[in-house]
């Protein structure tokens, strides 16, 4: 099952902001992993914890340990809004 990202209101997790797509991206659990993919128009930024970001556009990553993700604005222009993100191990 996949959880969409975006500002559209048929999304799963609905983020109000100019720079996101309507669907702008999408997060499945793929062969035991999570896996977010970017469909936009400008692109998914990704900050793990130890600080480093990505920037993905039209292309997929694992998410792993913990961060936030902004959809559609680096992060040097101080977002209003981030979707946080902890990926945990079970037994």
Not at 14 to 34: L, M, T, W, Y
Not at 38 to 57: E, F, K, Q
Not at 58 to 86: C, F, M, V
């Amino acid at each position: 099952k996949k959880l969409i990202l975006g500002r559209d209101d048929a999304c799963q997790i609905i983020f109000k902001s100019d720079f996101a797509s309507r669907q702008h991206a999408e997060v499945e659990f793929r062969f035991g992993n999570f896996m977010l993919t970017d469909h936009s128009s400008n692109g998914t930024y990704i900050r793990n914890s130890d600080g480093a970001v990505s920037r993905l556009h039209h292309e997929g990553t694992t998410l792993r340990g913990k961060g936030t993700i902004s959809l559609g604005q680096p992060y040097s222009d101080n977002p209003a809004s981030l979707i946080e993100y902890a990926i945990t191990a079970t037994a």
